[in-house]
């Protein structure tokens, strides 16, 4: 298997604490994409409760656990990132094509982490989305536009939130996140 590189390994790391918002990438072992037919949703959250040991998200949520995140983005379709790199194997395994698709696209998504107090300020600089924790609580999920760039927003918690990108966007993105977070002392921390 080709090693997966970072897509942000050119980003210059800032020093020490750097600023008062954090943004870096998420390097999981595996991301897959699990899609059931409209007959098949019921088995294929039976799966990825059982591969996962986390319960199959409802639609515009995401389950998350040490190591894993379960987003649910579309009816019977989900995002899972794993530290667990032979995840999309065991998918594939336990659900044969007349249930579902399995798709390892570990090579072609990346998770930016945004993190800090004025996490959400940056946020909302650049979507049209209400970031109030009433309106868009932790373990919230939605899909969106930024910088004409599709990316899924999972709110993790109050300050944290993950941006899943294509890779060949996640350049641009990070780019335009670190110049819409220079007023709130952002800072690109690398690697997770």
């Known amino acids: 298997m080709a090693e997966r590189l970072s897509a942000l390994s050119q980003m210059p790391t800032?020093?020490?604490?750097?600023?008062?918002v954090r943004l870096s990438e998420v390097r999981p072992g595996s991301i897959l994409q699990v899609q059931a037919w409209p007959e098949t949703a019921q088995t294929i959250r039976r799966v990825i409760t059982e591969l996962t040991g986390?319960?199959?998200?409802?639609?515009?949520?995401a389950s998350a656990a040490a190591g894993l995140t379960v987003a649910a983005v579309?009816?019977?379709?989900?995002?899972?990132?794993?530290d667990d790199a032979d995840l999309p194997q065991k998918f594939q395994a336990a659900l044969p094509s007349?249930?579902?698709g399995v798709s390892d696209v570990s090579h072609?998504?990346?998770i930016l982490r945004l993190e800090g107090k004025t996490a959400a300020d940056v946020l909302a600089t650049s979507v049209a989305l209400d970031l109030d924790p009433s309106a868009f609580p932790p373990g919230k999920v939605t899909q969106s536009m930024i910088h004409h760039i599709d990316v899924v927003i999972h709110r993790r918690g109050?300050?944290?939130?993950?941006?899943?990108?294509?890779r060949s966007y996640a350049d641009a993105l990070a780019e335009w996140?670190?110049?819409?977070?220079?007023?709130?002392?952002?800072a690109f921390g690398g690697q997770q």
């Open 74 to 82: 579309a009816p019977g379709r989900y995002l899972i990132a794993s």
């Open 158 to 166: 109050e300050t944290d939130f993950e941006l899943w990108v294509l």
């Open 14 to 20: 800032a020093g020490g604490s750097g600023g008062r």
């Open 177 to 186: 996140l670190l110049d819409q977070g220079l007023p709130f002392g952002i």
């Open 54 to 61: 986390v319960e199959a998200p409802a639609v515009g949520k």
């Open 98 to 100: 007349s249930d579902g």
């Open 108 to 110: 072609g998504r990346v």
